[in-house]
């Protein structure tokens, strides 16, 4: 096991105990359905950042496509009659 791996298992253990805790202290000082509508309210916000980075970055990749104009050659002779 390398060293990165380990400091992401330990950052993923603390963080998972950080949101266990402010959850239960949550619920003990707030209420079920407070905590329910913090929840769900989170899951909303998120989904929202979500699909506006989305479609942000859509716009982007279409401002950045190349435009170009290819010219019509003209003749440098003119047509006899």
């Given amino acids: 096991?390398?060293?990165?791996?380990?400091?992401?298992?330990?950052?993923g253990i603390s963080a998972m105990f950080a949101v266990v805790s402010i959850g239960y202290f949550g619920i003990?000082?707030?209420?079920?359905?407070?905590m329910v509508a913090i929840g769900g309210g989170m899951i909303g916000l998120s989904a929202v950042a979500y699909l506006t980075e989305e479609w942000?970055?859509?716009?982007q990749s279409l401002s950045k496509t190349p435009v170009v104009n290819q010219l019509q050659p003209k003749s440098i002779y003119k047509k006899k009659r």
């Fill in 56 to 59: 942000l970055s859509s716009q």
């Fill in 1 to 11: 096991m390398n060293k990165s791996t380990l400091k992401n298992t330990f950052a």
């Fill in 28 to 34: 003990q000082y707030l209420g079920r359905y407070i």
